[in-house]
Structures are given as C-alpha cells and as structure tokens.
C-alpha cells in the first residue's frame, strides 16, 4: 500500500511539472505601437444656403514601451506602459471663405497604462517553435501627458504655451493578430508577436462629437482609430 500511495505521490508531481511547463509561462519585452485615423466628424447647414461645409478632428500617435505578461497556454494577460508623441489636428473642407484647410491644434508627448487580454490557439511547429493566432481586448489609460503646444492661426506651435495639462481617457481596443514562440532552452524561449487593432472613440471624443451635435445645424459623430503594435520578449516556463 505504501507503495502505491508513494507511487502516486510520484506521478502527481511529475504530471504537476509537465502540466506546469507546458501551461504556464512569465516574461517581458518591448513594443512599439502606432495608431491614426479621424475621431470627430462634423458638417454644418443652414436655411436657404445649405451646407457650409465639414470639419473632421484627425490625429496619429507612435510610442515604445515595455510590458510583462502571463501567459496560461490559451490566454495571455499582459501590462506595460506606452511613451510616445501624439497629434490632432482639424481639417476643413468647403467652408464659406477659409475653403479648405488643415490647423494643427495639439502635439504633445504622454505617458499610458495598456492592459490587455488576448486568446490564443498554439500550433507546434516542430519541438522548438511554435505559432498562434491571437484575438482579445485592451485598454489604454492615458496617464499624463506634457504638451509641446498649441497652435495659433499661422498654424505654428507655441512651445510650452500649456503646462501640467493631465487629461484622463480610457478607450478600448479590439485586437487580432498573431505571434511565435522560439525555444532557447529547456524553459526559456522568445516570443514575438504582432497586432492589429481597432481602437474604440473614448469618452473624450464621444463628449466632443455629441457638444457638436446639439448644435442647431451641426451634425457630428465620434469614431475610432486603427493601429498596430508589434512586441518582442523573452518569456520564462514555470
């Protein structure tokens, strides 16, 4: 009887360690990670003269960050944080007079949390490589931000014109994509990834379109933004 409860005993910690390796994993990189697209859209019209023409609030970002995650075979959870410039800018078209045009309104560099959770389906590709797909959700959380300036009617930036400005937004991201997993040994392997995304409108901009909206003769809509974030890691089995 001993042995067999010791013989068990055994059994139980091997298959722990085998379910352990091949489930279960911990690391951390860096990522490079881009988005741009219109957020605001807005046209305006009057009695008798009609339209007076749109006006679209557009905008891209670029930033490097590191992040860790944990990874449980078919889910990954990962955090990190993003640092990077951004831009918006208003573009007209049509409208009496100015015609069409394009005003800088804000360049500033920003600091955010990312969060994200993805699912994922591994294929063996051989005892040391592997691939999935990829398909989740995240979320941003801008958390400062130091704006460079703003823009002035000759459409230049006045450095430092606004200080200490910390907005809060939060938006989320649907993102697919797919990644591989490079064995460099027994448990440490490198794991490379890359993602699209669509980036939902955040409170901000939704805010923004629906002032402009209850305009009399302003229709306005709030939209996201597409990207791409593209990651590098060395990740440990547990």
Known sequence: MKKVLVTLFLGVLVAGGVFSQSMFSVGGGLMLDTESGTTVEASATAPIVGSLGNLDLRGWN???GAFVFADARFVEFSLGFLVGNRVESLEWRGVPVLGNGVMRLLDESFFAFNIGLLGKFPIDLGERVSIFPLLGFGLIALGSSSPDGVADQGNNLIDGAVEG???NEIAFRLQF???ADFDLG???FLRTSL???????SSEENDLAS???AIPGISASSSG???ANLRLALGFRL
Request: no cysteine.
């Open 62 to 64: 670029d930033a490097v």
């Open 165 to 167: 400005w910390s907005p």
């Open 177 to 179: 994509g797919a990644g």
């Open 186 to 188: 027994s448990r440490l």
């Open 195 to 201: 993602l699209a995304f669509y980036r939902f409108a």
């Open 211 to 213: 002032f402009l909206d």
């Open 225 to 227: 933004r597409w990207g």
